[in-house]
């Protein structure tokens, strides 16, 4: 039985420019190398397998859970750097959901999902290898896109999408998900170890 190893994923939200139209939120998706055994020309987060050197140097004092979760932080803003060339700090992060990839899958990873809003512009730069381009986008219009076959989303990617589309500010979205019991899938995921004090599964 495979493993799955532990990884990152942020959801950047910023507020739409208020051109024309209604007022609401936009989120970063980034395109996967069509050529990737995981989860190969889908529209992601930014995020990542977490290394080595993003685990705490002082281990061996911490809980198991604790460890995880400050290497989770970590990998989450250096793979924001490196897929999408933007700097975010630990302390933007508000973890939202953990996600662990089913049995039978190619790779399969536990993922911590955190949330950073945007409130100041920020350039984007992809690699051009392991992503290929980028887009802002509305949820709701993401979702449609899925759902007509024009993009393809990952199952927590649309499911991240679906929680977040009802939102018009970044203001209201960073308060409901900073109170809000995380979600945790498979409800009785054993990859999921939560930190007292700053998780809780629904």
């Not at 979760?69 to 970590?74: D, F, G, S, V, W």
């Not at 793979?79 to 700097?87: D, H, L, N, Q, V």
């Not at 630990?90 to 999902?113: K, N, V």
Request: hydrophobic content about 40%; some cysteine.
């Amino acid at each position: 039985m495979m493993s799955p190893s532990l990884a990152s994923t942020v959801v950047l939200v910023r507020e739409q420019a208020q051109t024309s139209g209604p007022p609401g939120l936009e989120t970063l998706l980034l395109l996967r190398n069509s050529k990737l055994v995981f989860e190969g020309g889908a529209w992601v987060f930014p995020g990542g397998r977490v290394d080595e050197c993003d685990y705490p140097p002082d281990r061996a004092d911490l809980p198991d859970s604790h460890v995880e979760y400050l290497a989770a932080i970590k990998a989450a803003v250096r793979e924001t750097e490196e897929e999408a060339g933007i700097c975010i700090s630990p302390g933007e992060l508000i973890h939202i959901a953990h996600w662990t990839t089913p049995q039978g899958m190619s790779r399969r990873f536990a993922t911590w999902f955190f949330l950073c809003p945007l409130n100041e512009p920020v350039d984007i730069v992809v690699d051009q290898q392991e992503i290929h381009d980028y887009q802002w986008i509305r949820p709701d219009l993401a979702l449609a896109r899925h759902a007509s076959g024009e993009i393809r989303l990952p199952p927590p990617t649309a499911h991240t999408l679906q929680s977040i589309a009802g939102f018009q500010s970044l203001k209201s979205l960073c308060h409901a998900m900073s109170t809000a019991d995380i979600h945790v899938f498979p409800e009785d995921s054993a990859h999921y170890r939560p930190v007292e004090g700053i998780c809780s599964i629904r």
